[in-house]
T-cell receptor, first 114, second 113 residues
């Protein structure tokens, strides 16, 4: 079974600073990889996804993520954080066999200081 | 663009009551998923449907059941509600051929008193 680890429960960055959220996965092959963002009490919004090909993927809101097979990682980055980025970020994986459930990491709560 | 619709958005029930949550997937999406997110937790998969047939099953209690109808909307039925069922319930939908990209609805917040 696949699993996802987000080692950072809580991260605080200053507005304008760069951001990297870590995600490590465990799976026998290369899974489908996703990052979602959730504001308090809200739904999950898809930021970006990786299926195959270019290991650096671009998403919405200026986010990007890099897939590193050798490290089983899919870290999320943003060069300059805005106050509106404060939210919970979830990394998720799904088998590459289609129509399978997502397995989520425990999430990283991002706080942005003015 | 059309999104996943869930109703109701908020629901308050007493213990041992029943609840029905509804989900309307994005048009032309053929798969619906249900997830449960407890306070401070990550979403946990409950059950999914593909073309109106149960596709996969996760940690769904026996007190819960779900189905997908001919118009592709889905309902999650919850009986004998317990305090621990208080959570956000998300529905997501996906379309074959799009790499299982799941788009989530806004969720239904269920509070059991």
């Amino acid at each position: 079974a696949q699993s996802v680890t987000q080692p950072d429960i809580h991260i605080t960055v200053s507005e304008g600073a760069s951001l990297e959220l870590r995600c490590n996965y465990s799976y026998g092959a290369t899974p489908y990889l996703f990052w979602y963002v959730q504001s308090p009490g809200q739904g999950l919004q898809l930021l970006l996804k990786y299926f195959s090909g270019d290991t650096l993927v671009q998403g919405i809101k200026g986010f990007e993520a890099e897939f590193k097979r050798s490290q089983s990682s899919f870290n999320l980055r943003k060069p300059s954080v805005h106050w509106s980025d404060a939210a919970e970020y979830f990394c998720a994986v799904a088998p590459d066999t289609g129509r399978r459930a997502l397995t989520f990491g425990s999430g990283t709560r991002l706080q942005v200081q003015p | 663009a059309a999104g996943v619709i869930q109703s109701p958005r908020h629901l308050i029930k007493e213990k041992r009551e029943t609840a029905t949550l509804k989900c309307y997937p994005i048009p032309r999406h053929d798969t619906v998923y249900w997830y449960q997110q407890g306070p401070g937790q990550d979403p946990q998969f409950l059950i999914s449907f593909y073309e109106k047939m149960q596709s996969d099953k996760g940690s769904i209690p026996d007190r819960f059941s779900a189905q997908q109808f001919s118009d592709y909307h889905s309902e999650l039925n919850m009986s004998s509600l317990e305090l621990g069922d208080s959570a956000l319930y998300f529905c997501a939908s996906s379309q074959q051929g799009l790499g299982n990209t799941q788009y989530f609805g806004p969720g239904t917040r269920l509070t059991v008193l």
